[in-house]
């Protein structure tokens, strides 16, 4: 019989979202529900502040150049499609790493058939870090870009952005960054690194609502990428043609605007709270989780075993268990819910050393407690013995 719920898969949504995001969403649903930039109407301008107040908020907690360089886009895995297809053609050369979501490789594995691009996939160790020097020897004269994940959503690991930046800046090439796992919790400087794009998803640590996400694009990145659609923009309608310029060259087609409007709340969520706050109270509990299961023998961690370089998602196996039946064991018996599989990343797996299983995933967030930490801990306990 379940006594509690306990949420423990951050890493695919947050949950809870904070009241605010909720109210803000029922606000614009209840009292303004016009589309932003289709009409000179009172609601119409409304929704457009709103839109607007959201890219500015973005723009200086990514530290971007500019409002209109925030491209907004249904998640994270379009807006790496758009710059990945908008960007690379026949015969260019695109470097990314042995631990990658799906979104990173699947658009690059099509890319390779369809047009030919040449891909590298730098390995990474079995924990999951990556040798900058290894990217560095991967660079051919053709290399047009670097994509990678800031951080994997298997073992936590963060890669060494910096590093890898100052590599693609000496080399002039493109650097495009999956932050999927990191925007909200780790300091991201776009103008700082010399970022040309970075992708973001609103569902997860920036505890907007599903079917959110962006890409920030650098001038020279928007300048030669195409559009992945076409059509109304609201703007410049006498023409026939996309217009070039940011953010319409992009953003075809009426917006989420009730979901950015949640957005725009969950970043004012964490401006308020204090990113390093957030990130302190989950490495905290990631910890306190990493070092029970030394107390668990029979319990296999994988990926790094301290706080250091690492975001607070933690995969385990158990020799001998199916992890589906204790993913649904932890469920059914104490309300935890957690994910058990691939999640996405099979080339991590591979890395990792847990294809085909998989491995079964705790992710924590802001909103977790050390007391569900200990009861997870316990449950786990009791079901692997």
Not at 11 to 29: F, I, R, W
Not at 149 to 165: F, K, R, W, Y
């Amino acid at each position: 019989m379940k006594t509690k719920h306990v949420f423990l898969d951050n890493a695919a949504t947050s949950n809870p979202k904070p009241e605010a995001v909720k109210q803000a969403m029922m606000d614009y649903l209840c009292n303004i529900g016009a589309s932003p930039g289709r009409g000179g109407y009172s609601l119409s301008l409304e929704a457009g502040g709103i839109v607007f107040e959201a890219r500015e908020a973005i723009c200086n907690l990514f530290n971007a150049p500019s409002e209109d360089q925030v491209i907004f886009t249904p998640n994270v895995t379009y807006a790496l499609n758009l710059a990945l297809q908008g960007l690379l053609k026949p015969s260019d050369h695109v470097i990314t790493t042995g631990m990658e979501h799906n979104s990173v490789i699947r658009p690059l594995r099509t890319l390779e058939e369809k047009r030919q691009v040449k891909v590298t996939v730098v390995p990474c160790d079995s924990e999951g870090r990556l040798d900058p020097q290894d990217i560095q020897a991967a660079l051919c004269p053709n290399t047009k870009l670097i994509v990678f994940t800031h951080a994997s959503n298997v073992s936590g690991t963060v890669m060494p952005l910096a590093d890898i930046a100052a590599i693609a800046h000496e080399a002039g090439i493109f650097l495009l960054v999956d932050t999927a796992q990191t925007a909200g919790v780790l300091k991201l400087d776009f103008k700082q690194l010399k970022l040309d794009g970075l992708a973001f998803t609103g569902h997860k640590s920036l505890y907007g609502p599903p079917g959110t996400g962006g890409l920030v694009v650098s001038k020279r990145l928007a300048k030669e990428m195409e559009p992945l659609i076409y059509g109304g923009t609201g703007s410049k309608s006498d023409d026939e043609h996309q217009p070039l310029f940011l953010p319409d060259k992009f953003e075809a087609g009426t917006t989420n605007t009730v979901g950015i409007a949640g957005l725009l709340a969950g970043i004012k969520f964490i401006t308020d709270t204090g990113q390093q706050q957030i990130a302190a109270h989950e490495k905290h509990l990631a910890q306190l989780f990493i070092d029970g299961l030394n107390d668990i023998p029979q319990i296999k961690l994988h990926g790094p075993k301290g706080e250091q370089n690492r975001v607070a998602t933690v995969s385990i196996t158990v020799p001998g268990q199916d992890l589906g039946e204790l993913a649904y064991r932890l469920d059914a018996k104490y309300g935890i819910m957690v994910r058990s599989g691939l999640h996405c990343a099979p080339l991590a797996h591979r890395t990792l050393g847990t294809f085909p299983e998989g491995t079964l995933r705790f992710s924590f967030g802001y909103f977790n407690t050390e007391e569900e930490v200990i009861y997870s801990l316990d449950a786990l306990n009791t079901l692997t013995k």
